[in-house]
């Protein structure tokens, strides 16, 4: 009876450090996850962003950018690049926009998350202004053109040829209360 119980007490204690263990492991898997991401690139984490030094463009190459933009579940604006593909040549400047409607009959605040692909890109991939960085709040039924101005580092690897660069909207007004948006008109140009 005594060894029955004592591996009962060995059980009942594996099992404890085993649940605090997976606990543990899972409240630190996103931080972890994202260090992951930006060491190797996976995901298409962007870092590089704000002011890049000007260079001159290499104009031997051209590498095609390819921009998307989609809703996330549940997001009833109309969203999509003013522009789908752009030829850049590897460090010059280059300034396209997005376009975003707010077609509800309410006020609204969206974030755009990016994403680049392929992985490997991001690194090369760097923003100097970029929409993304800032809430956009719409009254409804307004329209707004959302400027983006990105370099190509002309360290890209000579194997990429096309980079994809989506964004994905959220709709993050029921985490915000009235005092927490940002309006910066300096950098908003409303159709």
């Given amino acids: 009876m005594d060894s029955l119980r ?5 059980l009942v204690l594996q099992l404890v450090l085993g649940g605090t263990f997976m606990f543990g492991f899972g409240f ?13 690139g996976l995901n298409g984490k962007i870092t590089n962003t704000g002011p890049v030094a000007i260079e001159v463009a ?11 933009g989609v809703n996330n579940e549940g997001m009833p604006w109309e969203f999509r690049p003013l522009q789908h593909t752009v030829s850049v040549n590897p460090g010059e400047m280059r300034q396209m926009a997005f376009y975003a409607r707010n077609p509800t009959g309410r006020r609204m605040v969206a974030q755009a998350v990016p994403s680049v692909t392929p992985s490997e890109a991001a690194q ?3 923003k ?21 101005l990105f370099v190509i580092d002309k ?7 096309t980079i994809t ?9 029921p985490t915000l209360s009235t005092g927490q948006v940002k309006i910066d008109d300096t950098q908003r140009s409303t159709l």
């Fill in 28 to 40: 630190a898997l996103v931080p972890l996850y994202d260090v992951f991401c930006r060491i190797t």
């Fill in 58 to 68: 290499d104009t031997s190459r051209d590498v095609r950018v390819q921009f998307i």
């Fill in 165 to 173: 660069l989506s964004y994905t909207l959220f709709d993050i007004t």
């Fill in 6 to 10: 004592r591996r009962n007490r060995r």
């Fill in 155 to 161: 360290k890209l690897p000579a194997d990429i040829n």
């Fill in 128 to 148: 100097v202004s970029c929409f993304c960085f800032d809430q956009q709040p719409l009254e409804a039924d307004e329209g707004l053109e959302m400027p983006l």
């Fill in 124 to 126: 090369y991939l760097h």
